[in-house]
């Protein structure tokens, strides 16, 4: 049973363009989350998707930057236009359940993202 | 709004030895779920051990244990008999359990453990 799958496991992306971050979350899983973990730091919440829904975008800058989960394929992070300052790891995790003490996320590997 | 706080950035351990990292948290919410996650050089998220808000007996996981004290809003986590192979940052992390909740974790900043051979 395959794991959550990220890809491109690493990214660079000059200042200006877009990075397009690709999740697949584990087989059976409908629920994704996407996290940044700068530098030194801990991971920081962004988004919570379901199945073509946006349920929980708190964590996710205002501009730039976009996430989907459509109804086939993987979910994709999208930020338009990067700057320094998004040069992080961004990770995807997935949950077969919200909520659910007895569904822990499950983490990929994450993306690398690296801006010159 | 909750916060994760370890305020041990770094941390040491000969190796076979115990090593206990410390996880602070607020909240105001009476049930939830509190979890440590080991982060290897490889970037994985590894789920170490996890503990139910209103269970008093504290986690246990093999050579990993928690020591949970709701009152003191405090969830450390002890290694015993450490090896090479635990080096890593742990990141501690909460969840809330209420029905409105999103399941999102919050993390606190992480600590580095080294272990010395």
């Known amino acids: 049973n395959a794991g959550v799958m990220q890809n491109p496991r690493h990214l660079v992306r000059r200042r200006g363009q877009e990075a397009r971050l690709r999740c697949s979350p584990m087989?059976?899983?409908?629920?994704v989350y996407w996290y940044r973990q700068l530098p030194e730091e801990g991971l920081k919440f962004m988004v919570y998707?379901?199945?073509?829904?946006?349920?929980?975008e708190s964590g996710m800058p205002k501009e730039r930057f976009s996430a989907e989960f459509p109804k086939e394929g993987p979910s994709i992070l999208r930020i338009q236009q990067v700057v320094r300052g998004d040069s992080a790891a961004y990770f995807c995790?997935?949950?077969?359940?919200?909520?659910?003490?007895?569904?822990?996320?499950?983490f990929g590997n994450g993306t690398r993202l690296t801006v010159t | 709004a909750q916060t994760v706080t370890q305020s041990q950035p770094e941390m040491s351990v000969q190796e076979a030895e115990t090593v206990t990292l410390s996880c602070t948290y607020d909240?105001?919410?009476?049930?939830?779920?509190l979890f440590w996650y080991k982060q290897p050089p490889s970037r994985q998220m590894i789920l170490v051990i996890r503990?139910?808000?209103?269970?008093?007996q504290n986690a246990t996981e093999n050579r990993f244990s928690v020591n949970f004290q709701k009152a003191a809003k405090s969830f450390s986590l002890k290694i015993s008999d450490s090896q090479l192979g635990d080096a890593a940052m742990y990141f501690c992390?909460?969840?809330?359990?209420?029905?409105?909740?999103?399941?999102?974790?919050?993390f606190g900043q992480g600590t580095t453990l080294q272990v010395k051979p």
């Open positions: 995790a997935s949950s077969p359940r919200s909520s659910s003490y007895n569904s822990p996320l499950h």
């Open positions: 998707l379901q199945k073509e829904n946006i349920i929980d």
């Open positions: 087989k059976g899983h409908s629920h």
């Open positions: 909240t105001s919410e009476s049930d939830y779920y």
């Open positions: 992390a909460y969840r809330s359990s209420g029905s409105s909740n999103t399941g999102k974790l919050i």
């Open positions: 503990q139910e808000a209103y269970k008093q």
